[in-house]
């Protein structure tokens, strides 16, 4: 079980301040995160990929080629690499290389985005986006397992004998999920490669994303990759921690009412029912984490979101030290209660050696 943290990347005013941070501070602040979380124990550090204010990881390879420098063991992610407006042959190149820079510590979430302005403004219609996903997938799988291809499709010129460079390091790509808010079309494409699945669980109530998982377990089997129980699914989720509940709570409503996604709609109360986002107590953030097996089965990578709707660095790396005391009690927890045969989380050592099994058998 890996577990982690994912940001947005906004750029939000403080609520209880009224100070914004600039560009500058806030990509600051984003690899100060990430070290922390290294430093605290956890596994994952993902960030989002955005090309309109008030979001600034426009470039995430540029980001986690430089956290990469500073950790040691630390797995980069993205979470989200937009897939229908990036190039494949891009996406294949710029992540091969980080592999190579970051010694594997690398994987990578496709995924559509939320911000339909973003297709026009890289020469794509919004209204193909399942279809432009589909097909720049099966391009940039192919360009990581073929050292020359010879491909063409309906939305970019074709390639002849091309050859994407460098090649992935020990000639296995970067781990790949495919994430999703709402496309059973995303969970087909994740369960037709074997690929994982993302739930980016933190907006839209339990039993949604139940049938997305539901779905893709069933289709993962249906390809023949494995049982439903070894498919490789992760978790979005979001906390806010301190050691009474009700200094989390009174802490955070600030935040949570002014937030740019869901300030002044439903009550921190409503969406903590309705939703995964738990805000009290470490043990209430434990008990409540837990059940999310409970609703998906055994699964492999559970993301946090801790820095966004303009809480203070110094809050979040506070809140990351909570996180870092916790996420023993969950590892030790979740390990007591899988079930035999559950695919373990991936990592490139892993990759590698099945590849090599796959060779010799």
């Known amino acids: 079980m890996q577990f982690g943290i994912f940001s947005v990347g906004d750029v939000t005013t403080d609520p209880t301040t009224g100070v914004t941070p600039s560009e500058h501070e806030r990509i600051k602040a984003m690899v100060t995160i990430a070290l922390k979380a290294e430093e605290v124990g956890l596994d994952v550090f993902a960030t989002g990929e955005h090309h309109n204010p008030p979001f600034v990881p426009s470039s995430p390879t540029t980001m986690l080629g430089y956290i990469a420098a500073r950790t040691e063991k630390l797995i980069l992610s993205t979470a989200t690499t937009l897939i229908t407006t990036n190039d494949p042959v891009k996406i294949a ?5 980080l592999q190579h820079l970051a010694g ?13 302005p973003v297709y026009p ?30 491909w063409e499709g309906r939305f970019r010129t074709p390639l002849q004998g091309f050859t994407a460079t460098p090649r992935p390091l020990d000639g296995v790509p970067p781990f790949v999920w495919h994430g999703s808010i709402r496309s059973p079309e ?11 699945f993302f739930a980016n669980h933190i907006f839209w109530p339990t039993y949604h994303f ?24 992760g978790l979005g989720g979001q906390v806010f921690i301190r050691k009474n509940s009700q200094d989390a709570v ?37 008990d409540r984490t837990l059940t999310f097996r ?28 909570q996180i870092g ?20 989380a991936p990592t490139h050592e892993s990759l590698v050696a099945a590849a090599r099994e796959k060779v010799e058998a």
């Open 93 to 97: 190149e710029d992540f091969a290389m």
């Open 250 to 286: 009174n802490e955070f409503r600030p935040y949570f009412d002014n937030a740019p996604v869901y300030g002044h709609g439903p009550s921190l109360e409503d969406f903590m029912a309705q939703t995964p986002l738990t805000v009290g107590s470490p043990q209430q953030v434990i």
């Open 104 to 116: 594997g510590r690398v994987d990578v979430m496709m995924g559509r985005g939320n911000t339909g």
């Open 325 to 344: 005391e916790i996420v023993p009690v969950l590892r030790k927890e979740f390990a007591a209660r899988r079930a035999p045969g559950v695919a373990a």
């Open 294 to 321: 409970e609703h998906f089965g055994d699964y492999q990578r559970q993301l946090f979101l801790t820095d966004h709707a303009g809480l203070p660095l110094k809050t979040v790396l506070e809140q990351l030290d």
């Open 121 to 150: 403004w890289f020469g794509q219609d919004i209204r193909q986006g399942i279809p432009l996903a589909i097909e720049n997938y099966a391009l940039l799988h192919e360009l990581w397992r073929k050292d020359v291809v010879d």
């Open 186 to 196: 995303i969970a087909e494409q994740a369960a037709y490669y074997g690929d994982g």
């Open 210 to 233: 139940q049938r997305l998982i539901g779905l893709y377990r069933e289709r993962f089997a249906h390809y023949g990759h494995g049982t439903p129980e070894q498919a490789v699914v």
